[in-house]
């Protein structure tokens, strides 16, 4: 049973840094891309940034490019998102999610954390 644990979440001032963690267990981690995603209030869940096995490809929305950095250590089955210059409207509940293939763009997203909730004051 794959369980995600996400953690790092809370309140900060815009322009702040936060760093999201997810402990991975139940598969063998490291064989598999990692994303996460993010639901603002009203809106739909969006992806956000996704690595693949290795940590050797990473892809980013447009809107956090060169703010948010997606990294993973395989030896603690844990992937990560450095979220720096934090705005408003970076405000969400965001969720790591576990790929079915090793590279995401070979798959799709297919297991999930329960949510950590970020929240950017102006």
């Known amino acids: 049973q794959v369980q995600l644990v996400e953690s790092g979440g809370g309140l900060v001032q815009a322009g702040g840094s936060l760093r999201l963690s997810c402990a991975a267990s139940g598969r063998t981690f490291s064989r598999y891309a990692m994303g996460w995603f993010r639901q603002a209030p009203g809106k739909e869940r969006d992806f956000v940034a996704r690595?693949?096995?290795?940590?050797?490809?990473?892809h980013y929305i447009d809107s956090v490019k060169g703010r948010f950095t997606v990294s993973r250590d395989n030896a603690k089955n844990t992937v990560y998102l450095q979220m720096n210059s934090l705005k408003p409207e970076d405000t969400a509940v965001y969720y790591c999610?576990?790929?079915?293939?090793?590279?995401?763009?070979?798959?799709?997203?297919?297991?999930w954390g329960q949510g950590t909730q970020v929240t950017v004051s102006s």
């Open positions: 690595i693949s096995w290795s940590g050797g490809s990473t």
């Open positions: 999610a576990m790929y079915d293939s090793a590279h995401y763009l070979s798959g799709s997203a297919s297991y």
